[in-house]
């Protein structure tokens, strides 16, 4: 069975998983220690899905309900467990064992033990139906991303960083996606310290390039067999004015803020809409993190605000086609966050290149020009990591919503 081969069974797997549960599932396909209790595992021949180079879904899908079914039957009205290990046989013979658990780190045991014995349900859910019913809502509200199998780009630093911090704690698995890769492998050690578990696997990208972006959804599937909810935060800023800026400057900032979150929709609505096919009650969420900038213009930093303008525009349409599949797309448009990075770093943050180049009138220190930035906003402060994590708990909570892009800038920036 082909690396590619994953790509199409592991979500599938998962999609009819998490259908069957109602709960979020982790796929892990296997590190070849075979099933201990064979007689508890599922078996499905996907021969007559194509071959292993090109398997086609729909035959791939029925024969794995059909496998799962006869498991099923087979325990004669035991519904409260689930099987835990699927082994999937392609044309090409070859067989290949997926282990299905709610955490990383379980279903990484069950492989390297070969242990196949069911997994048990939840009290409260039934097989078959076990998709949570309209209108049920999280006793906490971080609870909507519980179990969850999230990713956030540019998550080394910055906004991106208080989300994975947040998800993490929230119990979702993070997968911190960044250029950054050290930035990232080291956050996700401090995470996976303080959570004592898997909460964090770091995965490097470039979303402005296509290639790179494709292999970060394998290295997903590969690991944990799909995806839940994708924050698009990666952003870089290049101010200058219309008058001076280089070509190559504006394409740069386009390029990151506006081609790159279309490529991050691109391949993630790929495999959300094939795990979208097994599970069609299950909702996913896409959310760009835009700016204010994407709501009103920012004088001499038109690169970044018509990026960030056009990604709304993007995520109307995507959410247009991707509802279909279950797939809610959103935007947040934070206000500054102050306190993060590019403000706030003591060396290159715009708080000082704003003082450098007088661009606060009367401004004697990096005080005077923060005061002023916090001077335009009607609640008196700059956006937080938090506030940014009670939209994205919101945007996920929300069933009945899509194609919205949601202000969080402390009444800076009102709806027209
Ligand atoms: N900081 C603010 O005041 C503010 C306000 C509103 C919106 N935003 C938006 O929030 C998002 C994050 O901004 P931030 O201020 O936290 O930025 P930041 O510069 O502090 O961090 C950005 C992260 O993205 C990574 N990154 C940059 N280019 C990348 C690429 N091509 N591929 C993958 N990763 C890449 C960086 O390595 C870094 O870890 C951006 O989309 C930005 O537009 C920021």
């Given at each position: 069975m082909s690396f590619e081969d994953h790509l199409i069974v592991a979500p599938l797997i998962r999609g009819l998983w998490i259908n069957a549960s109602g709960e979020s599932r982790v796929v892990v396909p296997s590190a070849g220690v075979p099933p201990k209790a064979p007689d508890q595992i599922v078996f499905a021949d996907l021969s007559a899905a194509g071959t292993a180079d090109s398997l086609d879904e729909a035959p791939a899908l029925k024969a794995l309900k059909e496998a799962y079914s006869a498991w099923e039957a087979a325990k004669k009205g035991n519904v409260k467990t689930q099987p835990s290990c699927i082994k999937v046989k392609t044309s090409s013979n070859e067989e290949v064992v997926y282990w299905i658990d709610r955490d990383l780190a379980s279903a990484r045991k069950r492989s390297e033990n070969g242990d196949g014995s069911p997994l048990e349900l939840r009290s409260n859910v039934t097989t078959g139906s076990g998709i949570a019913a309209a209108g049920a809502s999280a006793?906490?509200?971080?609870?909507?991303?519980?179990n969850k199998i999230v990713l956030v780009t540019g998550?080394?630093?910055?906004f991106g960083e208080e989300i994975v911090r947040g998800l993490a704690a929230s119990g979702a698995l993070v997968f911190i996606a960044d250029l950054n890769q050290a930035g990232a492998e080291k956050l996700a050690e401090t995470l996976n310290a303080a959570e004592k578990r898997i909460a964090a696997v770091a995965v490097p990208v470039n979303v402005a390039d296509e290639a790179s972006v494709e292999t970060l959804f394998k290295a997903i599937v590969k690991t944990a067999g799909g995806l839940d909810l994708c924050v698009s935060n990666a952003g870089v800023v290049k101010a200058g004015s219309v008058l001076e800026q280089e070509l190559a400057a504006f394409k740069f900032v386009t390029d990151i803020n506006y081609a790159g979150f279309f490529l991050m929709a691109k391949h993630c609505g790929r495999l959300l809409r094939r795990q979208n096919l097994a599970a069609p009650g299950w909702k996913t969420d896409i959310i760009q993190i835009n700016s204010k900038s994407g709501l009103e213009g920012s004088n001499k930093n038109g690169a970044y605000a018509g990026g960030k303008f056009g990604a709304i525009g993007l995520v109307e349409s995507f959410a247009l086609e991707l509802v279909a599949y279950g797939i809610k797309v959103n935007a947040i448009c934070p206000g500054?966050?102050?306190?993060?990075p590019l403000w706030s770093d003591p060396e290159k943050g715009l708080f000082v290149q704003y003082l450098k180049a007088g661009k606060v009138p009367g401004a004697k220190t990096v005080a005077d020009v923060r005061a002023s930035y916090e001077g335009k906003v009607p609640m008196g402060r700059g956006c937080t990591g938090a506030d940014v994590m009670r939209a994205i708990y919101y945007i996920v909570e929300q069933e009945y919503e899509t194609g919205q892009a949601v202000p969080v800038t402390g009444g800076q920036v009102m709806l027209h």
């Open positions: 006793s906490d509200r971080s609870d909507v991303v519980k998550g080394a630093q910055g500054n966050f102050l306190d993060g």
